[in-house]
Each structure stands twice: as C-alpha cells, then as structure tokens.
C-alpha cells in the first residue's frame, strides 16, 4: 500500500496582513480540504505553529484575540511602527510629531541593530506560542529563516518552536537576529517568502500556497535615500516571490491590500479575507486535490 496523499500549506509572512491564514484554514476545513503539515515563514510561521500544535482553528482564533487584547500588544510600539497618513487639512503640531516620529525610527534603526528591544518579541510570542520542541507538534511542521552569515535559507524542524518563529519573524531592522543552533537568523521572508520547498521536504504531495503581500503599488515622491533603498528592496523581495510561487500547486491572494502591515486594528477583516478567498475559489481547489490525489493513486511505487 503506498503512502497517504498528503496536503500541505505554505503560508508567508506580511505581518497583520498575515492574520488571514486563520480565515485561509477555516475555509479549507470548511471544505473537507485536509491540512496535514504546514511550512511557514514569518506572520506565517506563528499561525502554522499555532495551529500544528493545536489544530483546532477556532482555540487559534480566540488565542489571537487574547493576545490582541492583552497589556503586553497594547505596550508595544506597533502603533508607532505603522506609518501614518497625514490627514487631509492636519495642523502644523500633527505633521511635526510625525515628521519626528520617523526621523526617531530611522535614527534608531541606523544606531543599533533593531528598533525594537531583544526581550519584546519574547514578550509577545510567549502569549502565543507553546514552549514545546517542534517534534512535539501534532502536524509536521517547519520555519523558515534567512542565516545572515551564509545567505542560505534556514528551514527548522527541530529546536524549540517557539526560538523557531521568533527567529523567522526577525525582521530586519526592526526586530534583533535571533541565534539558533549555531547561526545568526533573521525573517524568512528576506530569501523565501512563501515557503513552497519547505513544505514539500516535509511531505506534501500538494502545496498550497498562501500569498498576503501586496503588490508594487505606484512610487510616490522619496523624501529621503532609506525611502529609495526600501522602495528596492520591495521590489527584488517581490520579484522573488513571484519566481517561487510558480512552484505551488495552488496559490490563495487574500484581499488584504488595504492593511498595513503593523495594522493590527483589522483582524477580522483580515479573517474574512482569508474565508472570502477560500470560498471563491474552492471549487478550483477541490478539482486540483482530487486531480492530484487520483496521480498519486496511480503512480508507480518502484
């Protein structure tokens, strides 16, 4: 008898956006779609590791809400972080602070190694991620980070889950690097933002991929070189995923353009997001599994 097909999800990073995983895999389980492994990278990560550990969606939803309601999101420096609009007819002491806000962040990111302090992202993942050895989790799963000293992507399947999201959450200047079994490892998505390969070396014989960035949007006037800089780093990141989701077997686009990334204000829109694309396109989904399915059934074992 040969080995059972096997399903697995590669959800990428894209912070608050990235909440839409959870509508993503209330839909697919909606649907009779099985999930048997999971492969994240960044915002990804901590959803898949939330719910390989526990693969109950709903204990995963209402655990995001906890947190989002708890002392320690509401200390943080998210709201900070997320770049504001100044609105149409702001006063001179509004467009002052914000001028000076980000002038503070970019001070800070060019004088240390991250915006945020090294216990902060502990702080917060201790609110969502069980203290466990990944081979303790009840779906395989796997992080991906990026080695700043090698360049290679780094996909951990043993240690500790939760040293393992963090470190696949590192985000460049914002977040510190994270050591972790010999290496020096920061945010997955810098070399591999949808973990498609991943997932396959965990055992998929389908991968669907999950994808919540938004796409180039029209460049508007820099008002520094940082801006120039970002603004190219966003486009060789995107260019990249492009190239690597042509790997996935099927590939989700939540409707969630509209959320900044340190938005966490818009978790349930997030949520539906997530569903609303699953539902769109689950007619596609179910042809392709079974198609795939019925291959793997007929494939020879020698």
């Known amino acids: 008898m040969g080995k059972r097909f096997k399903v697995g999800l590669a959800l990428g990073g894209g912070a608050a956006r990235g909440l839409s995983h959870i509508g993503i895999i209330e839909g697919l389980l909606e649907n009779k779609i099985p999930i048997d492994l999971i492969a994240g990278t960044s915002m990804g990560a901590i959803i898949g590791a939330m719910y390989a550990t ?14 989002l309601e708890s002392a320690t999101f509401k200390e943080s420096k998210f709201d900070f972080i997320k770049e504001k609009d100044t609105p149409e007819g702001a006063g001179m002491f509004y467009r002052f602070s914000h001028f000076v806000q980000k002038s503070i962040f970019y001070t800070l990111s060019l004088t240390r190694n991250s915006f945020l302090e090294p216990d902060t992202t502990s702080n917060h993942l201790a609110h969502l991620i069980d203290d466990i050895d990944i081979a303790e989790t009840r779906l395989p799963f796997s992080a991906s980070a990026l080695d700043i000293n090698s360049g290679e992507e780094y996909i951990i399947r043993k240690g500790s889950l939760r040293q393992a999201v963090a470190a696949s959450c ?6 510190p690097p994270v050591k972790f079994d ?4 920061v945010d997955g998505g810098w070399i591999d933002a949808i ?20 796409e180039i949007t029209e460049f508007e006037p820099p008002t520094c070189a940082l801006d120039i800089v970002f603004r190219s780093d966003d486009i060789s990141r995107n260019a990249l995923a492009q190239l690597q989701m042509l790997e996935a077997d099927y590939v989700l686009r939540p409707r969630v353009r509209y959320v900044h990334w340190a938005d ?11 569903r609303d694309v699953v539902c769109y396109h689950i007619n596609e989904i179910k042809r392709v599994v079974m198609a795939r ?6 494939r020879p074992t020698w």
């Open 54 to 67: 526990n693969p109950d969606i709903a204990a995963v939803r209402n655990r995001i809400y906890a947190y």
């Open 170 to 175: 590192a985000i460049p200047g914002i977040v």
């Open 182 to 185: 010999g290496r020096l490892l």
């Open 195 to 214: 973990p498609i390969e991943p997932a396959r070396s965990l055992g998929a014989d389908l991968v669907i991929a999950v994808d919540v960035n938004r």
């Open 264 to 274: 966490f204000r818009q978790v349930d829109e997030a949520i539906f997001a997530g």
């Open 293 to 298: 399915r019925l291959a793997s059934f007929f």
